[in-house]
């Protein structure tokens, strides 16, 4: 039995010319970026080469590129090293990625305050349009969701903003997959991860405008102007750069193909499982990201099933799963309790086949059905509480 990996959002397959280009840097110019002999050059010049494509693909300049471990590490660098020590307003959209919803709680407990934008049912964020008040110290409002793929009117909501106060945005569950200008963004700063588009894990960039006034959470080095000090993982920031080229190249190519991936998919459920509810937009957000629930069915158990008959997928952010609370993005969704636990997250890559994905649909299918049975035999309806 093929495994059929539908858990793109939690992370990606290294692709082969990703690896092949990291290679060098692990194995023969092993060098140490900071050194000043040969060796080390040398590791430098891979390092600002990786900077300067990863700019450029972004429209940001290399000055602005900061690597971190990650999306993670990128996000709460952001929020703890633009808000500031003295507490003030927080603003955020209510369906955050816990790297970033959680370091503002940390913030709120320290005295700050907190408003949430709101969501549509299918999880674009509103637009208030008092949301940002003269005591707002921050605003971060990511631009793809995690788990919906619906995207925020960053450029809008920064342009309302207009520089009275940092405007961080979380682009990790969008670059790659679609078009971002770093400039044209116009935020003060922005987040990626390469383990998203087929890169390696363990590396992510802060984009941080030149003039920003950002505090650093580690200390101890003077690299990355002392912002984000510690030794630059060299292979790593080749692999992100390679990575993040084809990934920009092939965009529109991956795009169509993965909309053909999301048609078939949904038309296959909808015809071989229905009652099946689309939990995001339909249409104008990451087509990598189907957020789907089988009323009927509990997600958990499903989950397992699917998991035992060759299907990855999962309940929601990787980061939250493990808890076994419903996933906090669909609440804010409003959707109604039967549609909100069997949700699951189904997300695509261009490296699947139709036939993987027919197929993977016949195996859900099958299992929900099997499940919906088994409720009936137990005396409860489809509807009502799970
Ligand atoms: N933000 C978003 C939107 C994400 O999807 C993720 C990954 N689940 C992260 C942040 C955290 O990324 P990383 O694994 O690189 O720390």
């Excluded at 795009?255 to 296959?268: D, Y």
Aim: glycine share 8%.
């Amino acid at each position: 039995m093929d495994l059929i990996y539908l858990d793109n959002n939690a992370t990606t397959p290294l692709l082969p010319a990703v690896w092949e280009a990291m290679q060098p840097y692990f194995l023969d110019c092993a060098g140490n970026p900071a050194s000043s002999h040969g060796v080390g050059r040398q590791a430098r010049r891979a390092l600002e080469d990786a900077r300067e494509r990863i700019a450029q693909l972004l429209d940001a300049r290399p000055e602005e590129v900061f690597f971190t471990s990650g999306a993670t590490e990128a996000n709460n660098l952001a929020i703890f090293g633009l808000a500031g020590d003295t507490a003030g307003h927080l603003v955020t959209s209510a369906v955050e990625h816990p790297s970033v919803a959680e370091p503002i709680l940390q913030l709120v407990s320290r005295g700050f305050t907190h408003r949430q934008l709101p969501v549509t049912g299918t999880g674009a964020v509103v637009f208030e349009a008092d949301f940002f008040q003269p005591e707002t110290r921050l605003v971060a409002v990511m631009l793809a969701n995690h788990e919906t793929g619906a995207l925020a009117p960053i450029a809008k909501l920064a342009q309302e903003v207009s520089g009275r106060a940092p405007f961080h945005c979380d682009a990790a569950a969008a670059a790659g997959k679609v078009a971002v200008s770093f400039r044209e963004l116009n935020v003060t700063s922005l987040t990626i991860s390469a383990h998203k588009f087929h890169g390696p894990k363990g590396i992510g960039a802060l984009f941080i405008k030149e003039r920003a006034k950002l505090r650093p959470l580690l200390w101890g080095g003077h690299q990355q102007h002392g912002k984000r000090p510690g030794t630059e993982p060299v292979p790593l920031a080749v692999g992100m750069a390679t990575a993040l080229e084809l990934a920009v190249r092939n965009m529109e190519t991956n795009r169509c193909g993965v909309l053909e991936l999301r048609e078939l998919f949904l038309g296959r459920l909808r015809a071989l499982a229905a009652p099946v509810v689309l939990n995001g937009p339909d249409q104008d957000g990451v087509p990598h990201t189907i957020n789907l629930s089988f009323p009927g069915c509990a997600a958990d158990v499903l989950l397992m099933n699917l998991d035992l008959a060759g299907i990855a997928c999962s309940t929601g952010s990787a980061c939250s799963s493990g808890s076994l609370l419903p996933s906090p993005v669909l609440r804010a969704m409003n959707v109604p309790k039967d549609v909100l636990h069997s949700a699951l997250r189904f997300s695509l890559s261009p490296l699947l086949s139709t036939s993987l994905v027919e197929q993977s649909a016949q195996r859900i299918a099958r299992i929900v059905n099997r499940l919906r049975q088994e409720r009936l035999g137990n005396g409860q309806g489809l509807s009502g509480s799970i």
